[in-house]
């Protein structure tokens, strides 16, 4: 079973770009999730699908950062524009639907660099 | 969110057995305990989760104290590649996974 894929794997920019991340969820996983680990501290949850629709963006900075889950499968973060402090590995995880299959499977992130 | 409390570093020599305190004495009744690791460079990955009895699966055991206040995540034999940060997670009743610091592990050869 092919596990969660993301692009790139890393990234560099300049304060004030805008840069886009990618991931494939494992086939028919339902749940999506977006983590950012800044170094040396645990994944902080951004934001959840389930399927195409949104069930919690309460952490994500929503006037910077947006995603989007087309037809309930990929998903792209975005961040525009990049401050200094996005320098962090963005993660991305997948889920099966229900109560006793709710591991998530985490992809290997993508390290972004902001200059 | 759910709290737990766990040891910045552990370390351990290959082949010994590892036992990984996490203490979460605010704890409900429908919390589950969750386990991950994440190895240098990839993403984090489940190790095992249980709800009130002990769990063994392939990679480790996990004790659960009657009171479920703490639990105990057990690497019977550790090899070098068991080297990673482990975390101990409350999963609450939306699914969410709220991350802490985690223990480093280091294995000595």
């Known amino acids: 079973e092919a596990g969660v894929a993301q692009s790139p794997r890393y990234k560099i920019i300049e304060k004030r770009q805008s840069v886009a991340f990618w991931c494939n969820p494992i086939s028919g996983h339902a749940t999506l999730y977006w983590y950012q680990q800044i170094l040396g501290q645990g994944p902080k949850l951004l934001i959840q699908f389930q399927n195409n629709g949104v069930v919690d963006d309460s952490q994500l900075p929503k006037d910077r950062f947006s995603a989007e889950r087309l037809k309930g499968v990929d998903s792209t973060l975005k961040i525009q524009p990049a401050k200094l402090e996005d320098s962090a590995v963005y993660l991305c995880?997948?889920?099966?639907?229900?109560?006793?299959?709710?591991?998530?499977?985490f992809g290997p992130g993508t390290r972004l660099t902001v200059l | 969110d759910a709290k737990t409390t766990q040891p910045n570093s552990m370390e351990s020599n290959e082949e010994e057995p590892v036992h990984l305190p996490c203490n979460h004495s605010?704890?409900?009744?429908?919390?589950?305990i969750h386990w991950y690791r994440q190895l240098p460079s990839q993403g984090p990955e489940y190790v095992i989760h249980g709800l009130t009895s002990n769990v063994n699966n392939r990679m480790a055991s996990l004790a659960i104290a009657e009171d479920r206040k703490s639990s105990t995540l057990i690497l019977h034999r550790a090899t070098l590649r068991d080297a990673a940060v482990y975390y101990c997670i409350l999963r609450e009743a939306d699914y969410k996974l709220s991350f802490g610091a985690g223990t480093t592990v280091t294995v000595r050869a």
């Open positions: 605010t704890i409900s009744g429908t919390d589950y």
């Open positions: 995880a997948s889920s099966p639907l229900g109560a006793d299959t709710d591991t998530q499977y």
